[in-house]
């Protein structure tokens, strides 16, 4: 009878554990950040490789969004007669939400894979062991750098992500649902408030830092060879989406809390 109970408990211990596990591996790549050596050439690799090569998918995905979310709002309201509230709802719902949200899993999927990718691949090729040889911090070298530039480079996604995702909408508005240009935009300009895209950018610097530091230690901790680092991408894209989704809600609970 104590089976069930036992492995139960054994879960609940092994996953306190990984917690605390990434806990520590966070806070020991954020010290980093804070003495010197500071590889700047790594930082703006990082940097390129997540805002600049990101901002395609990034870019396609909100203003896809915006439209289809222009005609959800309009057939919605349409019953109520309530059709001027489209162009509100949709600034609303993408500077809040879907802007950052949506930003933070493309990346997740492209950035996150990514680095698990690269990181346990020198893993299990030893080529972390080699730098540590070498005198060269692996955190440091490794995941310093790729933390910073997800904290930097998701808000300006979401930047990028606000302003199409906003132009989707008034596309469709303006062309298939027949508001005003003028109207549309003093209705968007009217209704937004600085709160509704500071909170999306907040959202989106914590997503950043997650999706990097998932991907570093994934990576870090892979092992088995190519199986496992297979594992370990896997891993960093799943954790990292489903932190954010967890997030978006326990930052929307304390932007929003009334």
């Given amino acids: 009878m104590l089976n069930p109970l036992a492995a139960v408990g054994r879960g609940v211990i092994g996953g306190c554990r990984s917690v605390g596990a990434v806990a520590l591996f966070a806070l020991a790549g954020v010290s980093h950040l804070l003495r010197p050596p500071f590889y700047g050439r790594l930082f703006l690799r990082h940097l390129a490789e997540i ?23 309009y ?8 059709e001027g509230a489209v162009a509100n709802v949709v600034v609303l719902s993408i500077t809040r939400e879907l802007g950052p949200v949506l930003a933070g899993l493309m990346v997740a999927g492209r950035i996150g894979a990514a680095f698990a990718a690269e990181i346990g691949t020198m893993r299990v090729t030893d080529q972390i062991d080699a730098l540590t040889t070498l005198s060269t911090n692996p955190m440091k070298y490794l995941v310093a750098p790729r933390l910073l530039a997800g904290v930097v480079a998701l808000p300006f996604l979401v930047v990028v992500a606000d302003i199409l ?14 508001f005003g240009s003028a ?9 937004l408030q600085v709160s509704d895209v500071v909170s999306g950018l ?14 570093c230690w994934c ?15 896997t891993a960093a894209v799943v954790s990292s989406s ?10 929307t609970a304390m932007f929003f809390a009334t």
């Fill in 183 to 191: 109207a549309y935009l003093k209705a968007t300009m009217d209704f």
């Fill in 75 to 82: 057939t919605g309201f349409a019953r109520f007669n309530a």
């Fill in 51 to 73: 805002a600049y090569f990101s901002l395609p998918v990034v870019a396609l995905t909100a203003v896809f969004t915006g439209m289809v979310l222009a005609l959800q709002s």
């Fill in 219 to 233: 990576g870090y901790h892979s092992r088995g060879g190519a199986q496992g680092v297979g594992a370990a991408t």
């Fill in 202 to 215: 907040v959202k989106a610097a914590v997503f950043g830092f997650v999706i990097t530091l998932m991907g």
């Fill in 242 to 251: 489903i932190l954010i989704l967890a997030l978006d809600y326990l930052l």
């Fill in 165 to 178: 995702g906003v132009m989707g909408g008034w596309l469709i508005g303006t062309t298939q649902l027949g």
